[in-house]
């Protein structure tokens, strides 16, 4: 048991004179063990969800809530096992090598030593062995979105939250991010991504639709 749920969650932006809702009362329930995907066009409010559900922004109205063990704590304090998120921008650490980000996680809790095989294995299994060692400007996009990917995995967090993880990738390697998504779900993880990619929706337990700023059940027709 695990996941989180949000009630109404309203989200305003303020654009010079006028007032956006960004979110305009989101309902949403994602449970552990569940692969979620959020489908919608540009615009319609999925980056400022998971900005909300990952604790960076708050609602203006409405409830949002973990489950299981996260329930009995505050969203600050949550650390890498308790959620991680992929963001649209990225955001590895300049100065540290691709290994080094994706060991990261570990190295703020001091245990790098026992996580180190498993940062090896996700280099691995990302195609990103050969490039270890290289800093995110020395590799493209793809390959820093998907040490991203691995950074947020490296240490099974509860709740698994990504924007477009799959943007900046050819059909292969978005194949083995989602096999990784989908087994991290599997392993008891509540999981939910924002993605255009129709293979996504394909690999996901659920498919939630967003459009103006809601939230429903089902592909978009
Ligand atoms: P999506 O991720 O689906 O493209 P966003 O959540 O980025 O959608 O945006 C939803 C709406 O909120 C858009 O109209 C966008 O312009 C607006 N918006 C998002 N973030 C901000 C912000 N920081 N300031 C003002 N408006 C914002
Ligand atoms: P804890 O030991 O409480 O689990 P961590 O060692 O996982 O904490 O996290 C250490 C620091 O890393 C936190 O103070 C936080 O600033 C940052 N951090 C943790 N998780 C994330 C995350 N998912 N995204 C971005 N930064 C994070």
Redesign the pocket.
Known sequence: TGGLVGRGLVKRYRRGVETVSALAGVDLRVDAGEFVALVGPSGSGKSTLLALL?GWETADEGELRYLGPLGDRRPE?????????VPQAL?LVGDLSLADNVL??AR??GTAGTEGPRARALLTDFGLAHLADRYPSQASLGEQQRAVVAR?LL?R?AVLLADEPTAHQDRGHADGLLDAVVEAARGGAAVLIATHDELAWARADRVLSMRDGVVTEGAPS
Do not use: I
């Open positions: 990952c304090t949550f650390g890498w096992r308790d959620l991680a998120l955001g990261l996680p703020l809790r947020a240490l967090p």
